[in-house]
């Protein structure tokens, strides 16, 4: 057994994300070997908050197949892409839009346990609520009663800090305002709202900033996509033609301004009835959402189900993704976080100074 044979057994591994070998991707960093001892090092594209598992188990069973008797240890580090940040949010490494063309679709509530779900593999993250019109994240993590921490740095410039629940930092124009207070603003008004949050907000270091934008294609979204290096978009639709004709409208607008879509999230697909499982009711139609990813050939990320226990966890103050008893309307939260992760790592491998041309 020598690194040069566990090198050639690792190169062949697959990372089922981005569909390239680890030899394709120079992903193998070193293979260090004493006795029937093997370390493993690997650089992989993050996040890795899936993929490091994955990668652990291939590795050590190829490595095992060959060698049964080796002790096999695989250390994953993250490899640093080349997006520059401003300086407010430096250490947030995947920024994420939360985008709908239309209200009504489920779009904070997606938001929210999408950032949940995140924070819940174990990733660090924060939530933007920049639905200056109608904040909702506050209530959504049980956070009415707090408002906007803030203070002075030394340069006498006010800063504030994101209140957090459930391992998400949440910042929002609602921790500003009073909690009946009509938000009566025009574009620049919106714009600059919308700035302080982004800009004299500390986040920190974060795997995901998710920011939860109003509805529409308007004032808020186009100074999101003109001042931050976006790693991508994620439209949220529910199934009816109503919806899907203001989606088009939303995947157009990203296009317009070079932000990756990355992908679509059909909201209230159907309905199971809790005393008849084997029932499944399409109250707003079918396989729309699917249809117009297909259209603009973006991914289709998946489709979750209506339930109420997600609205009563909505207005509880508690993500529904995190009860223990979520069951397959959390794993539907889960599987689409999962997959939102795959095409930020497809994003990133694309954006490193020797681009891969991840497809997707």
Known sequence: MNSADIERLLHAIVDTDLGKTL???????????????????????????????????????????????????????????????????????NLIAVSS???????????????AALAQRGASVGLLDADIY????????????QSMRAEKNAEGKVIGYPNEAYGVKVASIGFVMQRDQ???????????????????IVWGDLDFLIFDLPPGTGDVQLTLTQRIPLTGAVVITTPQEIAL??????????????????????????????????????IFGEGGGQSVAEEYKVPFLGEVPIDVRV????????????????????????SVAERIVQQVRIANANTLSSPLQIDL
């Open 23 to 93: 030899g394709q991707l120079g992903a193998v960093h070193s293979v260090e070997i004493a006795g029937d001892r093997v370390r493993v090092f690997l650089e992989a594209i993050g996040p890795l908050h899936w993929i490091a598992r994955r990668l652990d188990h291939d590795c050590k069973a190829a490595i095992l197949a060959n060698y049964p008797s080796a002790n096999v240890d695989v250390l994953v580090r993250e490899r640093t892409t080349d997006v520059k940040r401003s300086p407010a949010l430096a250490g947030v490494k």
């Open 311 to 334: 609205r009563e966890g909505a207005d509880a103050g508690f993500p529904f993704v995190l009860d223990p008893e979520s069951g397959s309307m959390g794993d539907a939260f889960r």
């Open 245 to 282: 004709a203001d989606v088009r409208r939303s995947i157009q607008m990203f296009e317009k301004v070079n932000v990756k879509v990355l992908g679509v999230i059909e909201n209230m697909s159907y309905f199971i009835p809790p005393d008849m499982p084997e029932r499944k009711y399409h």
């Open 182 to 200: 009509a938000a009566i603003l025009r574009g620049p008004m919106l714009a600059g709202y919308f700035t302080m949050l982004v800009e004299q």
């Open 134 to 145: 109608g904040p909702s994240q506050p209530t959504m993590y049980g956070l009415t009663d």
């Open 101 to 115: 063309g239309k209200g009504g679709v489920g779009k904070s509530t997606m938001a929210a346990n999408l950032a």
